[in-house]
């Protein structure tokens, strides 16, 4: 079966960076657009970033956009999100998704998610 595991969450300082990792298996990772997606304590999901199955193409979330960097290594089935210069409002539980439609910032368009990893941004 399907399974997409997250991994490089943890605690960090405003300002500072993570790289968090997305491997998958069970699916042709190639034909698959990824998503990153983000939960706050007593918020709804919201799309952070999406990246195409190629990864030539790719979308961000105003709130991110030139923070973060979404990419793709098709050849280690692994997607990564690049972030920078955190903010304590950055602070979630993220999760990586695997859609066969396109790199939308639909959630419902993602037929496969990880169980999340936590960022934690501290002022």
């Known amino acids: 079966q399907v399974q997409l595991v997250e991994s490089g969450g943890g605690l960090v300082q405003a300002g500072g960076s993570l790289r968090l990792s997305c491997a998958a298996s069970?699916?042709?990772?190639?034909?698959?657009?990824m998503g990153w997606f983000r939960q706050a304590p007593g918020k709804e999901r919201e799309f952070v970033a999406g990246?195409?199955?190629?990864?030539?193409?790719?979308r961000y979330a105003g709130s991110v956009k030139g923070r973060f960097t979404i990419s793709r290594e098709n050849a280690k089935n692994t997607a990564y999100l690049q972030m920078n210069s955190l903010k304590p409002e950055d602070t979630a539980v993220y999760y990586c998704?695997?859609?066969?439609?396109?790199?939308?910032?639909?959630?419902?368009?993602?037929?496969?998610w990880g169980q999340g990893t936590q960022v934690t941004v501290s002022s």
């Open positions: 990246i195409s199955w190629s990864g030539a193409l790719t």
């Open positions: 069970g699916l042709t990772f190639s034909s698959v657009a």
């Open positions: 998704a695997a859609s066969t439609v396109a790199w939308t910032s639909r959630a419902d368009e993602y037929g496969s």
